[in-house]
């Protein structure tokens, strides 16, 4: 094994709880491990602090009328349990941490003042849930990007369709300005498509009939004929669709076998 | 810049009064400015900019997209020098990912990787790269020499700056429970170029000190006179806090306590 492979490990074991409790971790004694254990959890509650802030930043704005700033569930007894386990970057502790982070903020009740408080955390749970996953460091000139020519076209591990009872896209910004009133959104069903680029850029793009059908449709066996066939849309409409799917990170063209 | 430069880090939530404050001779650019930052273009016209950015871990080569980037950033911000870390935070096949500073073992094979990376990267832009220390937490049994002995090695074949972080560096002394003047002492310090100073805070989880956006004590203040004086070739101190927290009294205060220290 090469120092790079070695340094793989550590990495490994202070982001991944599991790994640096198991024998064969403790085997390799690199280092010590109540030392390790120390960092990991200074580098876990780092890692999800910058996650939350930036993630939940409307629930933060928010904050003023809920009482509730979303980070305080790090320092939190059920944060703190959630470590012995977590994985970070993992989509399951994202899912985890923002679980706590929306059922922290539930629990005060700000009755009628934010209607659409419940659309908003799914919304950023699912940011934040997307963001996470395995990620391209390093552009290796082998197609990260998924523009295959003739390939088949397929959904992006870890993009989600949400569909909200309210129009967030147009309250959002209006969150991280200043305000008096709470800002309200319109009720109004909302589709939204959420997905992240294989560099890590999450990026949300409103979603209409075309693009569900597309989404559900592309598995990476389906031509582009045979997708449109299938949605029951012209191969160009389904070709435009795809194109600003791949722009979003949402899909890509498989060209394996 | 002929003359030391006492400078701090850019933080957009600060932005209208960074616009209007005197004291403050350079900022540093942890990130690049928001496409909404209003306070950049008056940012950017009136301050002497360092390019201090996440380019890339140079255990690896550098990509060519991330290049582009670094050539872009440093033109945009006319830095006059472009700043790295000795850093390894994410595994090689991107599915671990420390998003924290981590540092490299110090090894023949790591020294190998950083040399060839960074005079691969120093070919490709227009200003000096410099390259800032990184503090462990906790000694690596795979690691072959100490980090002054392969820091030295590095900057002595590279040619590259030193970025000392002063605050790495005494929170190792800490934790090696030796003074922090006699462990600086280890370090190159005739390559230095820029230091950065800041706060050190208790940290729960690590039972001890850490990096804070807090105010240098006097003693890190003492420290950084004390380095200053060993390193010839410094053309600039940076005050190093970037974090939404940081009150304008806090990096006002500390510019001027580090501007009267040195």
Same mark, same amino acid.
């Given at each position: 094994?090469?120092?790079?492979?070695?340094?793989?490990?550590?990495?490994?074991?202070?982001?991944?709880?599991?790994?640096?409790?198991?024998?064969?971790?403790?085997?390799?004694?690199?280092?010590?491990?109540?030392?390790?254990?120390?960092?990991?959890?200074?580098?876990?509650?780092?890692?999800?602090?910058?996650?939350?802030?930036?993630?939940?930043?409307?629930?933060?704005? &928010?904050?003023?009328?809920?009482? +509730?700033?979303? $980070? %305080?569930?790090?320092?939190? =007894?059920?944060? #703190?349990? *959630? /470590? @012995?386990?977590?994985?970070?970057?993992?989509?399951?502790?994202?899912?985890?941490?923002?679980? &706590?982070?929306?059922?922290?903020? +539930?629990?005060? $009740? %700000?009755?009628?003042?934010? =209607?659409?408080? #419940?659309? *908003? /955390? @799914?919304?950023?749970?699912?940011?934040?849930?997307?963001?996470?996953?395995?990620?391209?460091?390093?552009?290796?000139?082998?197609?990260?990007?998924?523009?295959?020519?003739?390939?088949? =076209?397929?959904?992006?591990?870890?993009?989600?369709?949400?569909?909200?009872?309210?129009?967030?896209?147009?309250?959002?910004?209006?969150?991280?300005?200043?305000?008096?009133?709470?800002?309200?959104?319109?009720?109004?069903?909302?589709?939204?498509?959420?997905?992240?680029?294989?560099?890590?850029?999450?990026?949300?793009?409103?979603?209409?009939?075309?693009?569900?059908?597309?989404?559900?449709?592309?598995?990476?066996?389906?031509?582009?004929?045979?997708?449109?066939?299938?949605?029951?849309?012209?191969?160009?409409?389904?070709?435009?669709?795809?194109?600003?799917?791949?722009?979003?990170?949402?899909?890509?063209?498989?060209?394996?076998? | 810049?002929?003359?030391?430069?006492?400078?701090?880090?850019?933080?957009?939530?600060?932005?209208?009064?960074?616009?209007?404050?005197?004291?403050?001779?350079?900022?540093?650019?942890?990130?690049?400015?928001?496409?909404?930052?209003?306070?950049?273009?008056?940012?950017?016209?009136?301050?002497?900019?360092?390019?201090?950015?996440?380019?890339?871990?140079?255990?690896?080569?550098?990509?060519?997209?991330?290049?582009?980037?670094?050539?872009?950033?440093?033109?945009?911000?006319?830095?006059?020098?472009?700043?790295?870390?000795?850093?390894?935070?994410?595994?090689?096949?991107?599915?671990?990912?420390?998003?924290?500073?981590?540092?490299?073992?110090?090894?023949?094979?790591?020294?190998?990787?950083?040399?060839?990376?960074?005079?691969?990267?120093?070919?490709?832009?227009?200003?000096?790269?410099?390259?800032?220390?990184?503090?462990?937490?906790?000694?690596?049994?795979?690691?072959?020499?100490?980090?002054?002995?392969?820091?030295?090695?590095?900057?002595?074949?590279?040619?590259?700056?030193?970025?000392?972080?002063?605050?790495?560096?005494?929170?190792?002394?800490?934790?090696?429970?030796?003074?922090?003047?006699?462990?600086?002492?280890?370090?190159?310090?005739?390559?230095?170029?820029?230091?950065?100073?800041?706060?050190?805070?208790?940290?729960?989880?690590?039972?001890?000190?850490?990096?804070?956006?807090?105010?240098?004590?006097?003693?890190?203040?003492?420290?950084?006179?004390?380095?200053?004086?060993?390193?010839?070739?410094?053309?600039?101190?940076?005050?190093?806090?970037?974090?939404?927290?940081?009150?304008?009294?806090?990096?006002?205060?500390?510019?001027?306590?580090?501007?009267?220290?040195?």
């Amino acid at each position: 094994m090469n120092d790079r492979a070695v340094q793989d490990l550590l990495i490994r074991a202070l982001a991944d709880a599991p790994y640096r409790d198991s024998a064969e971790w403790r085997a390799r004694a690199l280092a010590d491990p109540e030392r390790v254990e120390r960092f990991a959890r200074f580098l876990a509650r780092h890692f999800y602090h910058e996650r939350i802030v930036h993630f939940f930043k409307y629930s933060r704005a &928010l904050g003023r009328v809920t009482g +509730r700033r979303p $980070e %305080a569930v790090l320092t939190r =007894p059920d944060f #703190d349990a *959630l /470590l @012995r386990a977590a994985v970070l970057g993992s989509r399951a502790t994202a899912q985890a941490v923002a679980d &706590l982070v929306a059922a922290y903020v +539930r629990d005060r $009740e %700000a009755p009628g003042l934010v =209607p659409y408080r #419940d659309d *908003l /955390l @799914r919304y950023e749970a699912a940011m934040m849930v997307v963001e996470a996953g395995p990620r391209v460091w390093t552009d290796t000139g082998k197609g990260e990007e998924g523009r295959g020519k003739g390939a088949s =076209p397929e959904i992006v591990e870890g993009t989600v369709l949400l569909e909200l009872t309210y129009d967030l896209p147009a309250v959002l910004p209006q969150l991280l300005k200043p305000w008096t009133a709470v800002p309200q959104a319109a009720a109004r069903p909302t589709r939204l498509l959420v997905a992240r680029s294989p560099y890590g850029r999450v990026a949300v793009a409103r979603s209409d009939d075309t693009v569900v059908a597309v989404v559900q449709l592309a598995d990476g066996k389906r031509t582009l004929e045979q997708l449109a066939a299938g949605a029951g849309l012209e191969v160009a409409q389904v070709e435009e669709t795809l194109q600003g799917l791949v722009d979003l990170g949402a899909v890509r063209f498989s060209t394996g076998s | 810049m002929a003359s030391l430069s006492i400078g701090a880090f850019y933080n957009p939530h600060l932005g209208a009064e960074l616009v209007r404050t005197d004291g403050i001779d350079h900022l540093a650019m942890a990130d690049p400015p928001a496409a909404g930052d209003p306070h950049w273009p008056a940012i950017r016209a009136r301050y002497r900019l360092l390019l201090h950015d996440y380019l890339g871990q140079l255990s690896e080569p550098l990509d060519e997209r991330s290049i582009e980037r670094a050539r872009t950033l440093a033109e945009l911000y006319r830095t006059p020098w472009v700043a790295e870390h000795f850093q390894c935070l994410h595994t090689q096949d991107g599915t671990y990912n420390l998003n924290y500073v981590f540092p490299p073992l110090y090894t023949e094979e790591f020294l190998t990787r950083f040399t060839t990376n960074a005079t691969a990267l120093q070919a490709r832009l227009d200003q000096p790269l410099v390259m800032e220390n990184i503090p462990g937490f906790f000694d690596v049994t795979a690691s072959r020499m100490p980090e002054p002995v392969w820091l030295r090695r590095f900057f002595e074949a590279t040619g590259v700056g030193f970025l000392l972080d002063l605050p790495h560096v005494w929170l190792e002394a800490h934790y090696r429970g030796v003074k922090a003047e006699r462990w600086l002492a280890e370090f190159p310090l005739e390559h230095v170029v820029e230091l950065h100073v800041a706060g050190v805070e208790e940290d729960r989880d690590l039972r001890g000190p850490w990096i804070a956006p807090s105010e240098p004590s006097d003693e890190m203040l003492a420290l950084t006179a004390h380095a200053l004086a060993r390193c010839p070739r410094a053309r600039a101190v940076t005050f190093d806090a970037f974090s939404p927290s940081l009150s304008m009294d806090v990096l006002l205060r500390s510019v001027q306590r580090i501007r009267e220290a040195v």
